[in-house]
């Protein structure tokens, strides 16, 4: 059993930078893979970025490429979401989740069922 505790600050200004913290707790994320996903009103759950724990890999939806950046702390037992030149359409609820892999690939399409979530936390891109 996983659990996976997102934080952040809630209200950012357009253009401003914001990190998310996913703290986990129950076991060690060094054999999990870690999704970003983030789900605004009204719309369909996107997934944003998904890192591999065996090799570091990385995938980033297009809408995010080059300005979100994952990336793990495991002394922490922690994964981040840096998130640079925020856009109104970032507002969303932002859930981290997690699967135990040993394989090289992790999955960001919005119907893939992790099998650890977060609650989520609001990001709100506003001025």
């Known amino acids: 059993q996983v659990r996976l505790v997102e934080s952040g600050v809630d209200l950012v200004q357009p253009g401003e930078s914001l990190r998310l913290s996913c703290a986990a707790s129950g076991r060690t994320l060094d054999h999990y893979a870690i999704a970003w996903y983030r789900q605004a009103p009204g719309k369909e759950r996107e997934g944003v970025s998904c890192?591999?724990?065996?090799?570091?890999?990385?995938y980033y939806s297009d809408s995010v490429k080059g300005r979100f950046t994952i990336s793990r702390d495991n002394a922490k037992n922690t994964v981040y979401l840096q998130m640079d030149n925020l856009k109104p359409e970032g507002t969303a609820v932002y859930f981290c989740a997690a699967e135990i892999t040993t394989g090289f690939v992790c999955f960001i399409s919005p119907d893939y069922d992790y099998s650890w979530w977060g609650q989520g936390t609001q990001v709100t891109v506003s001025s």
């Open positions: 890192s591999i724990a065996s090799d570091g890999g990385t």
